[in-house]
Nanobody, 124 residues
Framework: QVQLVESGGGLVQAGGSLRLSCAASGRTFSSYAMGWFRQAPGKEREFVAAISRTGGTTYYADSVKGRFAISRDNAKNTVYLQMNSLKPEDTAVYYC?????????????????WGQGTQATVSS
């Protein structure tokens, strides 16, 4: 089992940056592909970014491509989401998630473990 704890959210002005972190428990972190999702009020949870077990492959939603970067440090059991050029529409609760399967990186249903989320608010 994996426990995930996100941090790094906050309030930032449009055009600013935030770096989210997700710390995982357990010694099998490198066995899981990791993803970031977000959920705005009244909306469904949506895919943001994902990274393979080794970190060699990344995936992004079109809405964040070129602005966000996902990375991981398997030695520290941590995955990151660097968010630059933030827009008000990026405001949401951001969740990290882990999955053991190798497919469905963008599919919320494929993820086995979830963190509690961290709020990111972008003011205009």
């Amino acid at each position: 089992q994996v426990q995930l704890v996100e941090s790094g959210g906050g309030l930032v002005q449009a055009g600013g940056s935030l770096r989210l972190s997700c710390a995982a428990s357990g010694r099998t972190f490198s066995s899981y592909a990791m993803g970031w999702f977000r959920q705005a009020p009244g909306k469904e949870r949506e895919f943001v970014a994902a990274i393979s077990r080794t970190g060699g492959t990344t995936y992004y939603a079109d809405s964040v491509k070129g602005r966000f970067a996902i990375s991981r440090d398997n030695a520290k059991n941590t995955v990151y989401l660097q968010m630059n050029s933030l827009k008000p529409e990026d405001t949401a609760v951001y969740y990290c998630a882990a999955k053991s399967s190798t497919t469905g990186n963008m599919d919320v249903r494929r993820y086995d473990y979830w963190g509690q989320g961290t709020q990111a608010t972008v003011s205009s």
